[in-house]
């Protein structure tokens, strides 16, 4: 990784080069490129692994805060990966360092992923289905799918509507899920069927987004912000006030079907924090003595 300028007598003249290397794309390798990059300085950001985030993109919260250390991470990716300065080297390996301090050669291993990485958008399909590193079973049958024919009739006409779309599978799970309010078994088996792809794909989908439910919901979902914003808040306060009011813990659903109760980490919308959602209506500065009228309110729209 060297701008080493060679001179007649083929020595290396000692000048420093306006490029900087980073070895490892955790976040604090993140945080360093980008404000090199900022500065101006040209930036190389080498990692072992097949893409950068290091551990915390393994956590699911981070201390003392409890946000989503994907919140924290995520605007670095994006910013990484937009800027101009900085290349991002994956899959690497140091063999040698030589030189002196701001003019030095660098010799990277570089493994090969076996993929176009222009084309790649990271859906796994090729390491799950992959012929040399799996043994393909091929069923003589199907078995056959049980399914109401007021479902099969939802799900054909949702696959109807998105089948020519590219990535079809997450925008058909979306729909079905808002129509039926969960995604039951069958549901799954009969998608899978038609989109002709492993069911083992759809339920990985199906169970990754927390915006799908495999469990029958009620009407109504409610989603209490437990951000760090609404913690300080009250929030815990309003979250045992509906728990009260509804007689059903976080997580469950009342025996009618009418209310479904949640927490959430970040609603996005601190300044108004304590924050709830009641489907896609935002309730903001909300105190446990609002619950019973809010509950109420709702009660009388079904």
Do not use: W
Not at 96 to 122: H, Q, Y
Not at 235 to 253: C, F, K, M, P, Q
Not at 258 to 275: H, S
């Amino acid at each position: 990784m060297s701008n080493n300028k060679q001179i007649s007598n083929n020595k290396i003249e000692n000048e420093k080069i306006g490029a900087t290397l980073i070895v490892g794309g955790g976040i604090g390798g993140m945080q360093a490129a980008l404000d090199l990059a900022s500065s101006g300085i040209k930036v190389y950001l080498v990692d072992n692994k097949p893409s950068i985030g290091g551990v915390m993109a393994q956590l699911d919260k981070t201390f003392p805060t409890n946000d989503c250390a994907m919140c924290t991470m995520a605007p670095r990716l994006v910013e990484v990966g937009r800027h101009k300065d900085i290349e991002v080297i994956t899959l690497a390996d140091i063999e040698s360092i030589k030189g002196t301090a701001g003019n030095f050669t660098l010799k990277l291993n570089k493994r090969p992923r076996f993929i176009d990485e222009e084309k790649c958008t990271g859906c796994g399909l090729c390491v799950a289905n992959c012929p040399v590193r799996n043994i393909i079973y091929v069923t003589p049958e199907k078995d056959k799918i049980e399914i109401s024919d007021k479902h099969a009739k939802i799900m054909n006409n949702i696959i109807a509507e998105y089948i020519d779309t590219e990535g079809a599978l997450v925008p058909i799970l979306q729909k079905a899920n808002d129509i039926l309010n969960y995604l039951p078994e069958p549901v799954l088996k009969y998608t899978a069927d038609k989109l002709n792809m492993p069911l083992s794909v759809v339920c990985r989908i199906a169970t990754f987004y927390k915006s799908f439910s495999l469990e029958p919901r009620g009407k109504h979902i409610i989603s209490v912000c437990l951000g760090t914003a609404c913690h300080v808040k009250g929030a815990g306060r309003v979250t045992s006030a509906l728990e009260s009011e509804l007689g059903i813990r976080r997580g469950e659903t009342t025996k009618d079907m009418n209310f479904t109760l949640e927490t959430v980490r970040c609603i996005g919308c601190c300044g108004l924090a304590p924050v709830l959602k009641v489907g896609e209506d935002v309730h903001g500065l909300v105190s446990k003595m609002m619950v019973p009228e809010l509950l109420h309110s709702y009660e009388k729209a079904s």
